[in-house]
């Protein structure tokens, strides 16, 4: 076979469902889809089981695949053998979930990762900015998200899961996913529409929203440039804390709210710049991630190179 | 020659001296210098020539010593040749020490690093603790000094400079050094000697030191204990955020002010169990660095290794 031609596997697990697709070397999905796994928290042979399982159905599908990557949101292993604490799913704590498919597809091989970290690979691998070896990666969402690449590679940390930033404490000792998540967002966008009622223009009477939040700030609403000022300076500080941790300026951010990063940039540029040296900002960048709702699979997809 | 009798050059450079230790193999200090630096700053030779040259007295005073180790006090870059910001010394600034230091030297070995990473190796490789492949450092004086060991050997992140924790953003922005190095500690205990008038003691008229908070609060001074509760809090905050980044939950704590941490630890305790979940808190250890004043010299001559 034609190298260039080969496929892999990506598999994006949520929550409540898993999003497949066979992605080419050049990161193009050339087929997508989704299984919803609801029903795996009931059937009788256990979520694990099902999970295993369904892999199979993909591997007969596409029989020319050898290699699998699996992005999981929690915390996994060193060795990435075992999910250790995936909320979202609490039957997959503490389940050899590599060993389980080797035993069923022995001749093909699985790389497991972290969902955020392999969003990032993702970003590295496939993106068109073409990130250097070195960046930090924010994925803004239901929550915050966050993962390095260091010297080309997943930073794993000491134990293997690093960069938790969205449990980083910040002002007055909340976690920066409790002030700056979706539900953060929204909180400082309500509080804002009470301050400012006479700035309030088409937020009147609707229901608060991210979406209703960037289309707004689009239009130039100073209420909405206000909420997302104040989450500028909130992420900018963690940022901040975060460069001087790792010493790694360049910095991606994707996720649903990233649409909205053009109204927070010129806050977290303030901020970057007010708290670090010359010898981090001469060279820092903070740039939108390119692969939107892609990045998933694409990054599931890029742990197997 | 015996390799157990193998011996190291271990110099500590700050401000104003240099510390320079012959190490053994197993971390004695068999003899022990001090150079004042200050003349170097006003000779014409300029302070970098001056500073090689006071390498090379030693080298010739002890000529069965092959490889150096120079804790540096600032930035450096990642291939550990060049100083960058060293703010104690701005003629260091963009200087290639280790090519100056084998142009004279050539048949010897030199390892330049971040004083704090420096010391940090010293404790790995000589504290009777033993600590494991992976541990934070935290070295508490006039500033706040950090450095991690990760899979055993020093983590530089991605630019070469990682692990600036005096730096990182906590309550109201403010730097953690601002806060909780010396004089921000020694602010906190003149806020509560103001609070609580009827508690202090025999701090009473007194000029506030750290010596005289240790004392006072191995003594039970309420003032004292007070001063270090908060210490404690706010450390913790930072040490829960680095532990989020770097996942390493063993940390060593050294410098003068660590004498007190026995009056920090209940709310660096309480700090770090609140905020973090079982995965963390299960192994977590939080202990006293064990090399006291010889940190740095000891620490340098672990480059060498």
């Given at each position: 076979?034609?190298?260039?031609?080969?496929?892999?596997?990506?598999?994006?697990?949520?929550?409540?469902?898993?999003?497949?697709?066979?992605?080419?070397?050049?990161?193009?999905?050339?087929?997508?889809?989704?299984?919803?796994?609801?029903?795996?928290?009931?059937?009788?042979?256990?979520?694990?089981?099902?999970?295993?399982?369904?892999?199979?159905?993909?591997?007969?599908?596409?029989?020319?695949?050898?290699?699998?990557?699996?992005?999981?949101?929690?915390?996994?292993?060193?060795?990435?053998?075992?999910?250790?604490?995936?909320?979202?799913?609490?039957?997959?704590?503490?389940?050899?979930?590599?060993?389980?498919?080797?035993?069923?597809?022995?001749?093909?091989?699985?790389?497991?990762?972290?969902?955020?970290?392999?969003?990032?690979?993702?970003?590295?691998?496939?993106?068109?900015?073409?990130?250097?070896?070195?960046?930090?990666?924010?994925?803004?969402?239901?929550?915050?998200?966050?993962?390095?690449?260091?010297?080309?590679?997943?930073?794993?940390?000491?134990?293997?899961?690093?960069?938790?930033?969205?449990?980083?404490?910040?002002?007055?000792?909340?976690?920066?996913?409790?002030?700056?998540?979706?539900?953060?967002?929204?909180?400082?966008?309500?509080?804002?529409?009470?301050?400012?009622?006479?700035?309030?223009?088409?937020?009147?009477?609707?229901?608060?929203?991210?979406?209703?939040?960037?289309?707004?700030?689009?239009?130039?609403?100073?209420?909405?440039?206000?909420?997302?000022?104040?989450?500028g300076?909130?992420?900018?500080?963690?940022?901040?804390?975060?460069?001087?941790?790792?010493?790694?300026?360049?910095?991606?951010?994707?996720?649903?709210?990233?649409?909205?990063?053009?109204?927070?940039m010129p806050a977290?540029e303030k901020?970057?710049?007010?708290?670090?040296?010359?010898?981090?900002?001469?060279?820092?960048?903070?740039?939108?991630?390119?692969?939107?709702?892609?990045?998933?699979?694409?990054?599931?997809?890029?742990?197997?190179?």
């Amino acid at each position: 076979m034609n190298n260039q031609q080969e496929h892999f596997l990506g598999v994006d697990v949520g929550g409540t469902h898993l999003k497949i697709g066979k992605v080419s070397l050049q990161g193009e999905i050339v087929s997508f889809d989704k299984e919803d796994t609801t029903s795996y928290r009931e059937d009788p042979k256990g979520f694990n089981a099902c999970f295993v399982e369904v892999i199979g159905k993909y591997l007969k599908k596409y029989p020319d695949i050898q290699k699998v990557g699996i992005g999981l949101p929690g915390l996994i292993n060193k060795e990435r053998t075992t999910t250790l604490e995936i909320p979202a799913i609490p039957a997959l704590d503490g389940f050899n979930l590599k060993a389980a498919l080797l035993e069923q597809y022995p001749d093909k091989s699985f790389c497991l990762e972290n969902d955020a970290s392999a969003a990032a690979m993702g970003e590295y691998k496939f993106a068109s900015s073409k990130p250097s070896p070195n960046f930090l990666f924010i994925t803004m969402g239901t929550g915050i998200g966050s993962a390095a690449v260091i010297d080309g590679e997943i930073f794993k940390g000491a134990r293997g899961n690093a960069m938790e930033m969205g449990h980083m404490l910040s002002r007055g000792n909340a976690r920066l996913e409790t002030l700056v998540g979706r539900n953060g967002i929204l909180n400082i966008l309500e509080r804002m529409v009470n301050a400012y009622p006479e700035k309030i223009g088409r937020l009147r009477d609707q229901e608060l929203g991210t979406h209703l939040l960037v289309d707004t700030a689009r239009e130039g609403n100073e209420v909405s440039l206000l909420t997302f000022e104040e989450v500028g300076d909130i992420l900018g500080e963690a940022i901040v804390s975060t460069i001087r941790i790792l010493d790694i300026n360049e910095v991606y951010f994707g996720g649903g709210i990233s649409a909205g990063l053009e109204f927070m940039m010129p806050a977290l540029e303030k901020t970057v710049r007010q708290y670090l040296t010359r010898y981090y900002t001469q060279e820092v960048q903070l740039q939108k991630a390119t692969l939107g709702n892609n990045a998933g699979t694409l990054g599931a997809a890029a742990l197997c190179f």
